[in-house]
């Protein structure tokens, strides 16, 4: 199966880290995907991890552990602005499967 | 410059009609996509085409028939629409044409369908 996991809620503090886990179980995923949402609109997309290790991208990173079947999505300084939905997603032939996703909201 | 574009953006219909939802994508990708996200902001693939084929029908009702015209259009049309078809439909697409699927996709605008 594909089974994606991530929490529901997270609240955190403007300027503060946040980690939101993502676990899977899966067989043939060739790649992990993430992707925010803000309220109302469309999913856009952040990072994507085929390897295992770390992707840094500016503030946002993304890490995997295909063994493990876990992946995590680091936001560091955080902004009011990136109050939103955080969707983990499995990709692998022709379709992404979606956890329900992790509303993350910041407070000043 | 829209790259995947939808229309409409808001239906309102009566249960028992049929509609039409278009969208268009301006990205020159091989692969398109549809979407449901329901109230609880679960987002579910329904079909993938590539190149104009049908790759993956994700056991949606056969009231759902997408079609594309071209690789650059895919649209859905809804027959004998029900309460439980409300929802926001979102339109992807995406470069991979393998299936590998390593290639990032891009979603629409969506398509917010209320059916009363």
């Known amino acids: 199966g594909q089974n994606i996991d991530q929490p529901t809620e997270m609240t955190a503090t403007e300027g503060a880290i946040v980690q939101i886990n993502c676990t899977y179980q899966?067989?043939?995923?060739?790649?992990l995907f993430w992707y925010q949402q803000h309220a109302g609109e469309a999913p856009t997309f952040l990072s994507y991890?085929?390897?295992?290790g770390l992707e840094e991208k500016g503030r946002f990173s993304s890490f995997l552990s295909r063994s493990k079947g876990y992946s995590y999505l680091l936001l560091k300084e955080l902004q009011m602005k990136d109050s939103a939905s955080y969707l983990c997603a499995g990709g692998n032939d022709y379709k992404l499967s979606f956890g329900a996703g992790t509303t993350v909201t910041v407070r000043a | 410059d829209t790259a995947v574009s939808q229309t409409p953006k808001y239906l309102v219909t009566q249960m028992g009609n049929d509609k039409s939802i278009k969208c268009e994508q301006n990205l020159g990708h091989d692969t398109m996509y549809w979407y449901k996200q329901d109230s609880k902001k679960f987002l579910k693939i329904m079909f993938s085409?590539?190149?104009?084929?049908?790759?993956i029908n994700e056991t949606v009702p056969n009231r759902f028939s997408p079609k594309s015209p071209d690789k650059a259009h895919l649209n859905l049309h809804i027959n004998s629409l029900e309460l439980g078809d409300s929802a926001v439909y979102f339109c992807?697409?995406?470069?991979?044409?393998?299936?590998?699927?390593?290639?990032?996709?891009?979603f629409g605008p969506g398509t917010r369908l209320l059916v009363l």
């Open positions: 992807a697409s995406s470069q991979d044409s393998s299936g590998s699927f390593k290639e990032t996709q891009y």
């Open positions: 085409y590539n190149n104009k084929e049908l790759i």
């Open positions: 991890n085929v390897l295992d």
């Open positions: 899966t067989s043939g995923f060739n790649g």
